[in-house]
């Protein structure tokens, strides 16, 4: 992506986006623009359609109706050449079980032709960099600490954190916020889902709130809240 894209690239453009499970519209025809290398979260209830915005942003869902741009480039078309440069931080931790954390990196790294300082990033999330058990035997906030180390391995244009502070004590919550900023900071665009508004408006600017697959309240520019 053309890290200097045009005034009206707009960064991230999600217009007239629809998308169902069965007959249930989990999103339903919704826009709005968030510019480039700012910060936006999403608040409302369990299934108001938050987790379904970010994975359709992310490409792991197929919108049903409408379509996403990114500096200019349809996602879902160009959707082979953008996933390098953008990352989803969910729930699904999808973490090699039988590796320990250096293990995890490496293939990361291997997969996506990446070079990094491996320890340097371990200590960056407040991991041991020596050690050596399986990533099976770790807690719940150990397991999100290295998830956020292959954020910061990728280092992408776009950043979707869905529940990014969930399992983490206020250590770790600071955690976070201080090295996404640090992306945010270098030009990353940030989509954070979250149940925690007093937590996520310490990085994020903008806010969207949603329910039943609508905007309800928004910040951001070019806001469709959705079909009725």
């Given at each position: 992506m053309?890290?200097?894209?045009?005034?009206?690239a707009h960064g991230l453009v999600v217009d007239d986006l629809a998308r169902r499970f069965g007959q249930r519209w989990a999103v339903a025809r919704i826009g709005f623009t968030l510019p480039r290398g700012q910060a936006c979260m999403v608040t409302g209830a369990n299934?108001?359609?938050?987790?379904?915005?970010?994975?359709?942003v992310a490409t792991a869902l197929k919108p049903h109706h409408g379509r996403?741009?990114?500096?200019?480039?349809?996602?879902?078309?160009?959707?082979?050449?953008?996933?390098?440069?953008i990352a989803l931080?969910?729930?699904?931790?999808?973490?090699?079980?039988?590796?320990d954390a250096r293990g995890n990196l490496?293939?990361?790294?291997?997969?996506?032709?990446?070079?990094?300082d491996i320890p340097d990033l371990l200590q960056q999330v407040g991991l041991?960099?020596?050690?050596?058990?399986?990533?099976?035997?770790?807690?719940?906030g150990m397991r999100r600490r290295l998830a956020l180390a292959r954020v910061l391995l990728k280092r992408p244009d776009l950043l979707l954190l869905d529940e990014p502070f969930t399992a983490l004590d206020?250590?770790?919550?600071?955690?976070?916020?201080?090295?996404?900023?640090?992306?945010?900071?270098?030009?990353?665009?940030?989509?954070?889902?979250?149940?925690?508004?007093?937590?996520?408006?310490?990085?994020?600017?903008?806010?969207?709130?949603?329910?039943?697959?609508?905007?309800?309240?928004?910040?951001?520019?070019?806001t469709v809240k959705g079909a009725g």
């Open positions: 053309d890290p200097t894209p045009a005034p009206d299934g108001s359609g938050k987790t379904t915005l970010l994975r359709c996403i741009r990114f500096a200019k480039v349809d996602l879902w078309r160009q959707r082979r050449v953008v996933r390098s440069r931080l969910s729930h699904a931790t999808r973490l090699y079980e039988d590796l490496r293939t990361w790294a291997s997969l996506g032709g990446l070079e990094a041991p960099p020596s050690r050596t058990d399986p990533v099976k035997t770790f807690s719940a206020p250590e770790g919550r600071d955690l976070v916020i201080r090295l996404v900023g640090e992306l945010q900071a270098q030009g990353t665009t940030l989509l954070v889902a979250t149940h925690l508004p007093a937590v996520a408006g310490r990085l994020c600017a903008h806010h969207i709130h949603m329910e039943s697959g609508r905007i309800t309240e928004s910040t951001l520019p070019n």
